[in-house]
Nanobody, 119 residues
Framework: QVQLVESGGGLVQPGGSLRLSCAAS????????MNWYRQAPGKQRELVAT???????RYADSAKGRFTISRDNDKNTVYLQMNSLNPDDTAVYYC?????????????WGQGTQVTVSS
């Protein structure tokens, strides 16, 4: 059974930092691209950051320079370090594991963790 379990969300003041974690089980973690998405109330889910299975990273423009995605394959865990948070970062953050095999995509999601940026 595949599980992705996020943690680390919470309430933080503007300008503050949070570190999200996502622990995976039931998959060969090192094979997967790992993504962080977020969804704010009334908005579509958006991709925030990606780390591929070689450690390459990509970020949404809104995250560049403030967020850092990393992975520890020994711990089957992906992280999202978020700095200089502002109220626009308020959302539920979801961990996603994705593997492309030929023409098919295998994708798993976590349950999400709430991040609220407010004074």
């Amino acid at each position: 059974q595949v599980q992705l379990v996020e943690s680390g969300g919470g309430l933080v003041q503007p300008g503050g930092s949070l570190r999200l974690s996502c622990a995976a089980s039931g998959i060969i973690f090192s094979f997967y691209f790992m993504n962080w998405y977020r969804q704010a109330p009334g908005k579509q889910r958006e991709l925030v950051a990606t780390i591929d299975n070689s450690g390459g990273t990509r970020y949404a423009d809104s995250a560049k320079g403030r967020f850092t995605i990393s992975r520890d394959n020994d711990k089957n865990t992906v992280y999202l370090q978020m700095n200089s948070l502002n109220p626009d970062d308020t959302a539920v953050y979801y961990c996603n594991a994705e593997l492309r095999i030929g023409g098919q995509i295998v994708s798993y999601w976590g349950q999400g963790t709430q991040v609220t940026v407010s004074s």
